[in-house]
């Protein structure tokens, strides 16, 4: 049986074992799997699950499991936990899934921005291909002329 948490994914890790005079050898960082039953309150049945005990504090946090359930990334899950969780969304119906709110992204930065004002100009530019390209505006309030010319001071 693969140690892995059900829920999380949680996997082993490698590391060293490091003794007082620092000689390192190779170890695993095992997950603490415990083999708990769940109970769906939506579905009215169990569910046995070898989870980490993260993961089952977790659970408690977000309100059972059900609730984990229905926010969970179903990449995280093993195959039985998402077929309990086609099961579980499939019993919500249709309208409250509709409900659920959707995933927030952040909002693009200054790159993604400046990205996407360069590819709208390049389809605006290939669109009407007669106009010249647009300028940019001076760097400055003085134009080129103000800068060029001698500057006095009068008394």
């Avoid at 119906?93 to 993604?112: I, L």
């Avoid at 001076?138 to 010319?149: I, K, L, Q």
């Amino acid at each position: 049986m693969a140690r892995v948490c059900e829920l999380t994914g949680k996997k082993p890790m490698a590391g060293h074992r490091v003794s007082h005079a620092v000689n390192r050898s190779k170890r695993r960082f095992l997950p603490n799997l415990q083999n708990v039953s769940l109970l769906s309150e939506a579905l009215g049945r169990g569910l046995r699950l070898r989870v980490s005990a993260a993961a089952l504090r977790t659970v408690e946090h977000r309100g059972g499991l059900d609730a984990f359930l229905r926010k969970a990334r179903p990449q995280t899950l093993s195959v039985r936990a998402q077929a309990f969780r086609k099961q579980l969304l499939a019993a919500d119906g249709p309208d409250a899934q509709a409900k659920r709110a959707p995933t927030r992204r952040k909002p693009p930065g200054k790159k993604a921005q400046k990205a996407k004002l360069r590819k709208e100009q390049k389809s605006a530019a290939a669109a009407n291909p007669s106009s010249p390209p647009a300028a940019s505006p001076p760097a400055s309030s003085e134009t080129a002329a103000e800068a060029a010319a001698p500057q006095t001071q009068s008394p």
